[in-house]
């Protein structure tokens, strides 16, 4: 039997499969990233990091490289201000009311980041740990068997034939690797279509900035430069994107004919809402938008695929150590989150919809978002802060474990922290230590801390490599359901 050139291989090396391959070489999995672009010659589109994303971040120590680019960011100083002029933390089909409520987030707002800049980030942490990403790259074709995959990889110098373990489909809306795979992507047709450019606009003074939105349509304006227009029941051209047709859309919706010059892109996209039927055909997953698809409404798109692969990433290098069964939770876990966000972005695509009819709807709409209930339900849903993983009788399990300040034996520390390599976490609060001696067995895959922590939710947390609560004991502390949890989520006591 020949054994794999790599134990996982990649195809994408946008966000979602860099991110994913920081989380494999965390646990030591060989990673080869291929990608068909050059480095940054994707569409320079500027993608959004809600709470939850920031989240995990901050257990994974990029937080503070996020930040730090954002502000070096130009483009975005007055687009923050006009959102912090308007009290809210986001927007609901262009409604900026979100975050009004009593949802309280670890990180106080979103970020706003370039896709090339996020790229950059990950793909430094990728390579410095250990990761090959291949540019220029393209899966064309792949067969498994019961060892691993046989993955037809194209690039200039021809095809050749990689071995892995494991292949996840990082590669967008158009997946070869879903296509190759033989997994089906059901959906909805469009109904409207959105052209969006990069660039300068010169012309009319009557085009501020922000969104319009009148009985033909949306116009949106952006700081960094970005125009956008949407509108309904036209058809979707068959040809070529050009600048001319999205001028020609600006003037339709708007009634001024511009000037846009200087652009370096322009792009179509519709509300075509897509969900794959399965997220995994035997050692073939696929993450990200290669999953689902959906109008970009309230920027979720790189937010849902980011927590695809912090969600798939240890659970497939359980797999590749020889613990496959994890693997089963990913769908069943992620998959209602991303029907939750088509759902919710199907709603705002409805609600963003010319017509009178739909004026009626918007001002009842804005007058529901008042009430802290529904404000906080809508931005929960937006931040991805309202996820819960399995079906529990313990409401406290499933649940994202918030960061706090802790006191161990080794200093004052913060939860976070404690979680940055990756690996799940044992986290004794009953002063006596007898949870960390219970799990000892284990000590080769879980840290164990005993610390103070008089508000935590429990007496012992057993907390999964992505920040979410895999038990929950409380004192006396059982030790048998203790080392059920322990084998169901990290295998079997050390010998």
């Not at 058809?235 to 652009?263: A, C, K, Y």
């Not at 979410?468 to 084998?487: I, Q, S």
């Amino acid at each position: 039997m020949r054994s794999n050139d790599y134990d996982v291989l990649i195809a994408g090396g946008g966000p979602v499969g860099l991110m994913l391959a920081c989380e494999l070489r965390m646990y030591g999995v060989s990673t080869l990233v291929v990608e068909r672009l050059a480095p940054g010659a994707n569409e320079p589109r500027t993608l959004t990091m809600h709470a939850r994303t920031l989240e995990i971040m901050d257990r994974r120590d990029l937080l503070a490289d996020f930040v730090a680019a954002e502000e070096r960011t130009a483009g975005l100083d007055e687009y923050r201000r006009r959102l912090e002029n308007t009290s809210a933390r986001g927007h609901f089909a262009g409604m900026f009311v979100l975050g009004r409520g009593s949802v309280v987030t670890e990180q106080p707002r979103e970020l706003l980041l370039p896709r090339e800049t996020m790229e950059t980030i990950l793909t430094r942490r990728a390579t410095r740990t250990g990761a090959v990403v291949r540019h220029g790259a393209e899966v064309v074709g792949l067969a498994q068997n019961a060892d691993g995959v046989a993955v037809t990889v194209k690039d200039a110098r021809g095809s050749t034939v990689i071995r892995a373990g494991y292949v996840v489909g990082c590669d967008g809306g158009r997946s070869a690797v879903r296509r190759h795979a033989g997994i089906d992507f059901p959906g909805t047709e469009p109904q409207l279509v959105s052209r969006m450019g990069l660039g300068s606009l010169t012309g009319p003074d009557r085009l501020p900035m922000g969104w319009q939105r009148n009985e033909h349509g949306w116009f949106m304006r952006m700081p960094d430069g970005r125009i956008s227009t949407a509108e309904w029941d036209c058809g979707v051209p068959q040809t070529p994107v050009s600048v001319g047709e999205l001028v020609d859309s600006v003037q339709r919706v708007t009634g001024e004919r511009i000037q846009f010059t200087d652009v370096r892109f322009v792009s179509r996209f519709t509300d075509s809402t897509r969900l794959a039927a399965q997220y995994r055909a035997g050692r073939v997953l696929i993450a990200g938008d290669a999953a689902h698809v959906h109008f970009p409404a309230g920027g979720q798109g790189a937010h849902l695929g980011f927590q695809d692969a912090v969600n798939l990433g240890w659970k497939l290098a359980a797999a590749c150590q020889g613990r496959p069964g994890l693997l089963d939770t990913y769908e069943a876990e992620r998959r209602p989150v991303a029907e939750r966000v088509l759902l919710n972005t199907h709603a705002q695509a409805a609600l963003m919809r010319p017509g009178p009819q739909v004026d009626a709807l918007r001002a009842l709409f804005a007058e529901l978002m008042d009430f802290d209930a529904v404000n906080d339900l809508l931005t929960n849903a937006i931040y991805g802060t309202d996820v819960r993983y399995g079906d529990s009788a313990d409401p406290r399990v499933g649940r994202f474990v918030a960061d706090r300040p802790l006191k161990t034996d080794s200093g004052p520390t913060r939860l976070a922290e404690l979680l940055r390599d990756g690996r799940p976490l044992l986290l004794d609060l009953t002063g006596t230590s007898t949870a960390v001696r219970t799990a000892d067995p284990w000590a080769d895959r879980v840290r164990t801390v005993a610390a103070l922590d008089a508000d935590a939710e429990a007496a012992v947390l057993l907390i999964r490599p992505d920040g979410y609560l895999a038990w929950a004991g409380d004192a006396p502390v059982y030790d048998e359901d203790l080392r059920t949890a322990l084998t169901d989520w990290f295998g079997p006591a050390r010998a």
